[in-house]
């Protein structure tokens, strides 16, 4: 049975923290647990405005992650600063936005190749891999093979917030968008909105390899406990890809 990798985004349990400026909860404990139940991969969010994950967070997680660093960042000098000193395992650029609550959509790369391709270029050349988080389109994802990424990302928001008829149309594109991208011999992942439910559908796309997930695992945490709310990710995951 293929089995699709598991990136937990912690940023929501510095979230919690940062609304009283405390030392807890301590994202780097969630990354512990989240390795503990299975997860093949931790990622952070490093904004520019540090709304959650500070840099602190991210060097201390670089010294204890014993799986894949995954390093969301926006195409700001002072966090690509920090992201080639850091080295995370993968670096993902997304859009960002001051006044947005979440990354309300992907990176607009066609068209815009010769802006981000030195960014790519400038990752790499410190032994990062580098994803681009884009919208589920197919010119999107030859665009990013133009910027020379290693891997995509495509938004599953909008297909996550639809529903009905609404819904099967946003999958089709999904599903659209990651046979380019096996096409193009690019790594396919998925990420924005999903949970335990919406998840399956996207596990059952053959290309895609991996997820990444965060305020849904964070919010049954609360009720389940961090490990137990990530295994049952990763149950709800192999019931789709099965």
Same mark, same amino acid.
């Given at each position: ?18 609304? &009283? ?65 850091? &080295? ?9 936005? &001051? ?75 999904? &599903? ?67």
């Amino acid at each position: 049975m293929r089995r699709i990798r598991l990136g937990v985004n912690v940023d929501h349990v510095a979230s919690v923290r940062q609304a &009283r400026h405390t030392k807890y909860p301590d994202p780097m404990l969630a990354a512990f647990l989240a390795e503990q139940a299975g997860a093949d991969q931790i990622t952070v969010h490093l904004r520019e405005d540090r709304r959650h994950i500070q840099e602190r967070d991210l060097r201390v997680l670089r010294d204890s992650v014993t799986t894949l660093l995954n390093l969301e960042l926006a195409a700001n000098e002072d966090v690509l600063a920090i992201a080639c000193d850091a &080295r995370p395992d993968m670096a993902t650029l997304v859009p960002e936005k &001051r006044l947005e609550l979440t990354t309300e959509g992907g990176l607009a790369v066609a068209g815009r190749e010769a802006e981000v391709a030195p960014v790519v270029s400038r990752l790499k050349s410190h032994g990062i891999k580098v994803s681009l988080f884009v919208n589920p389109d197919a010119e999107s994802v030859r665009a990013s093979v133009r910027c020379g990424a290693d891997q995509v990302e495509l938004h599953t928001g909008f297909y996550a917030d639809s529903r009905g008829a609404a819904r099967e149309t946003e999958l089709s594109r999904i &599903r659209d968008a990651a046979a380019e991208g096996g096409r193009l011999g690019l790594v396919v992942a998925a990420g924005h909105g999903l949970d335990y439910v919406n998840v399956r559908a996207v596990c059952a796309i053959p290309e895609v390899a991996e997820l990444n997930i965060g305020h849904s695992i964070v919010a049954r945490a609360i009720f389940a406990g961090f490990e137990r709310a990530v295994r049952e990710m990763i149950e709800a995951m192999a019931s789709g890809g099965a």
